[in-house]
Structures are given as structure tokens and as C-alpha cells.
């Protein structure tokens, strides 16, 4: 058996950006990416904390040190610059597994999506 755990997660992120025309997906920075552990086109679960919308989609590399958060395509329907955001993912562990394990959450400047040391 499998359980889906959470894996990663940046809590309080401040959207930058909403791109309708740009093709679907959520653009982070570099530098957040890597203190949460996501990868580039990870599948990442995003909670509106502004109006409690929530979407999937997957993540492409930012500008590293920009604070970039930007929502794109359809989904900046449901979201708008300056919106804050929790952006999840979520990985698949045996029950031995999941029972040590440990998801890197990072709590950024909301205001700046810098990381807060």
C-alpha cells in the first residue's frame, strides 16, 4: 500500500503575477524551489488563502532571487496578483516510509517572497 504524503510545501506566498494568456502552470522562483524541494514540472496542489479556490498544475523555474509567483492560464481566473497562496506537493511512501518522514515547509516574506532566514 501507498500513501500520498505531503512533500513540500511554501506557506503564505504572495502571487506576483496572473498570466490568462500564457500556457497553463505556476511559475516559482528558483530560489523558493529549491529551499521547498520542488522540481521543474512537479505536480503542485495551489490554495487561494484570498478566496479559498484551489487548482492543480505543475511548476516551471523562475527567475532565481525575483519572488516570482505567477499563476498561468486559465487558472488566473481564480487568481490575482497579490493574492496569498499555499503551494503543496505530494509524494507517494509505504507506511514505513511516510513514518519518518520529515516535508520541507518554508515560510516566505509575504510581501517580498524572499525567504525569510
Known sequence: MFLEIMKSKIHR?????ANLHYIGSVTIDQDLMEAAGLYPNEKVAIVNIDNGERIETYVITG???????????????????GHLVIIMS??????EEAEG????????DSSTNKLVV
Request: charge should be positive; hydrophobic fraction near 40%.
Open 13 to 17: 506566498a504572495k502571487v506576483t503575477e
Open 63 to 81: 527567475e532565481r532571487g525575483s519572488g516570482k509567483i505567477g499563476i498561468n492560464g486559465a487558472a488566473a481566473h481564480k487568481f490575482s496578483a
Open 90 to 95: 505530494y509524494a507517494l511512501m509505504t507506511p
Open 101 to 108: 518522514f520529515k516535508p520541507s515547509v518554508i515560510f516566505p
